[in-house]
């Protein structure tokens, strides 16, 4: 996966005016929000305010006084109460319903009467609509990334001046995979946009349509058990090349054959290294978790020792004893304070303290899955690691109450959540279809077999575009994946793959799967994209996002970005996989009015219609240095619908011409 996701937890309640479950997600609720009414000629107009149970209706003009009803929202229905001393223009004590009708993912809000005896606010309500979001100055729209760069001053990507280019034109469906963490393919604002197996019929345990694959209705998921349970505690690159390899590399004598064998040694000496770092420092951790007591009471004696300001240095230098637990706590207190850079020993103290149970909860999973040897996470799927050509493993379902995390969901709605039906969100493209592939596992990397698989599988089964939201720094098996990209690029599939969340030059550092071939080629049916933020300023860059002259061919919106979630909920990402999905779905509303557009002119168009910031220099991500924004991507822009769609016709016309 992407190093460094960002989910802003805290984004829904601010500028959303979503409440937030306790399980982190967040489903949309009016409570909280404040709406201005469609402005009549020679009025100020009416808000509405949602405070609690309680809907206040002010009259901007004055001449009626504050109105207010008891609210109770039941999924996308409102129901009005009468409140005896404060309701002035309705008496009738029949409750009123409405359907609640979200628009531009929450922006504009229509509320559609099912029953109101009031005429007054009836006629209201309904003269009014739609009703606009009041934000606070300065606070970020929930559509910002559908907005016009020029118009709105923020770096959207003109999505609704491109829908208004395209409203003459008829479109086609296109079929985009998503490789990444099953998605929930039963989400309200999914399930109607989820490709179908045409040729296959569900739950009869046959491969119907001869594909290889029983059952697959919706996708394969390569990365869970037959049964449907997506894999838990996947180990990270490193300990999947040591466990896997070891057998061949470790009992073998004599020198090693050039080519491959050779090639794979290397690889293997690289991540044997990495893995025993992290192995040893696992069990640091492992120890330092085994004693609640000793944990407590050295802190305690650190504390005594400490004299502010207190340094990670100083930490080093304190004697808490000679045994192997006062050591191991010693190194590491000393480098979290110094990640931390708290300024006060005492406060972080009481924080460790009190956070104990959730550290240990988080931090054991490195000594007993991450860098743990002798655990085999893939016991459940069945399949043989060491094999990369295999493909006979995995499932053609979900079971959905096993699904752990959003990331699948996510970027199936930014790319196509179902538009205009008044639900959470809206997806960028209009006719398509997200097909689901399983290879992204809640923790730990991708393994490159699922990877080749889930490419080829969505080649085969008629996917025009694929979404790879994901990268790490090793690739044991890079022949069989490069193999599959070119299969996609020989079929005329185009690939969109993030940069990744390391704030690294992409151009030094390879971020695996890569455009480029083993042998030294590149894959022309590839894009791989950058994150860009709302900020039309030196900020425009995400601060972590990877970045790179020859290897990064864009950027686009991937901060702050709202959109599906598990179980009919909606959360706000940030990260270079948001911005892959956005990169998706504009490629997919391009493709599907211009059908007859191939792979690589397509990638054309995006690239060279790119919008192009006024300003000059930007902050270089992960640095305080400023560099112009030309030097962090092949094309030098941001991703922008408007010009896609003039840079489209431009091509069709040259080619209706020949």
């Known amino acids: 996966m992407t190093s460094k996701s960002v989910n802003i937890l805290t984004f829904g309640i601010l500028l959303f005016g979503l409440s937030i479950c306790a399980s982190g997600q967040s489903k949309n609720s009016l409570n909280g929000s404040a709406w201005k009414g469609t402005q009549l000629p020679l009025k100020k107009g009416t808000e509405l305010y949602f405070q609690g149970d309680t809907l206040v209706i002010v009259d901007l003009d004055g001449y009626n006084p504050a109105d207010q009803y008891l609210t109770s929202q039941n999924g996308d229905t409102l129901q009005l109460h009468l409140i005896e001393e404060n309701s002035f223009a309705c008496r009738d004590e029949t409750p009123a319903k409405y359907k609640i009708y979200w628009a531009n993912n929450g922006e504009k809000l229509y509320l559609k009467p099912i029953s109101d005896q009031c ?15 009041k934000k606070e100055e300065g606070e970020l729209r929930r559509d910002w990334y559908f907005l016009d760069p020029v118009k709105d001053g923020i770096p959207g990507i003109s999505l609704y001046e491109g829908y208004n280019l395209l409203k003459f034109r008829k479109s086609s469906t296109i079929t985009v995979a998503v490789i990444d963490y099953p998605a929930d393919y039963l989400h309200e604002d999914l399930k109607e946009k989820i490709w179908i197996n045409p040729n296959e019929i569900p739950d009869n345990n046959l491969d119907d349509d001869k594909n290889g694959f029983k059952d697959d209705l919706h996708g394969w998921f390569f990365n869970s058990s037959y049964s449907g349970t997506p894999i838990q505690h996947e180990q990270p690159v490193e300990t999947q090349v040591y466990t896997m390899w070891k057998p061949r590399f470790d009992s073998l004598t004599g020198k090693i054959l050039p080519g491959r064998n050779l090639r794979d040694h290397q690889l293997y000496i690289s991540a044997k290294k990495e893995f025993e770092k992290q192995k040893a420092l696992a069990k640091n951790l492992e120890i330092v978790f085994s004693d609640s007591s000793k944990y407590l009471s050295t802190l305690d004696r650190m504390l005594e020792l400490a004299a502010e300001p207190v340094t990670h240095a100083q930490i080093n230098t304190w004697i808490l004893g000679d045994g192997s637990y006062e050591k191991a706590f010693q190194s590491y207190v000393s480098k979290l304070y110094k990640s931390e850079e708290y300024r006060n020993f005492a406060i972080f103290v009481k924080k460790l303290k009190t956070t104990f149970s959730a550290s240990k909860k988080t931090e054991s999973q490195k000594w007993l899955y991450d860098f743990n040897d002798e655990w085999n996470p893939r016991l459940a799927i069945k399949d043989h690691p060491e094999k990369p050509l295999e493909k006979m493993y995995g499932s053609g379902k979900i079971n959905q109450q096993e699904l752990k995390i959003n990331r699948g969901t996510h970027l199936a709605g930014i790319i196509g959540a179902k538009r205009s039906n008044g639900k959470g969100t809206e997806g960028i493209a209009d006719n398509v279809k997200i097909m689901t592939l399983g ?11 699922d990877v080749a698989n889930c490419i080829r599988y969505a080649t085969d089964n008629g996917a025009k575009i694929i979404n790879m939201s994901f990268s790490k720094r090793m690739s044991p098996f890079k022949p069989e994946v490069d193999a599959a990209v070119k299969y996609a690029e020989s079929k005329g599939v185009l690939l969109i793959h993030a940069a990744g969340n390391d704030a690294v030059n992409a151009d030094s550092i390879s971020y695996y799967p890569t455009s480029q071939f083993e042998n030294g080629g590149i894959a022309k049916n590839w894009i791989e994209v950058g994150n860009s933020t709302f900020f039309n300023n030196e900020k425009i860059v995400a601060q972590n996002s990877n970045f790179g002259k020859r290897r990064v061919d864009l950027f686009a919106p991937g901060t702050s970005i709202i959109a599906s979630s598990n179980k009919n909920s909606y959360e706000s990402y940030s990260g270079s996989e948001q911005s892959a999905a956005v990169v998706s779905g504009v490629a997919a509303l391009i493709w599907s009015y ?65």
């Open 119 to 133: 005429i007054t606010r009836f006629t209201l309500i309904v003269s009014e609509s739609p009703w606009f979001r």
């Open 439 to 449: 290879a992204v596992p809640e923790s730990g990397n991708e393994r490159d077999k």
């Open 594 to 658: 211009f059908p007859k557009l191939t792979a690589n002119e397509l990638k054309t168009v995006l690239l060279e219609s790119v919008f192009v910031p006024e300003i000059k220099e930007v902050n270089k991500p992960g640095t305080s240095r400023f560099v112009p924004f030309s030097s962090l991507s092949k094309s030098g822009g941001i991703i922008n619908l408007k010009s896609a769609v003039f840079s489209a016709e431009k091509i069709m016309k040259r080619k209706k011409g020949r």
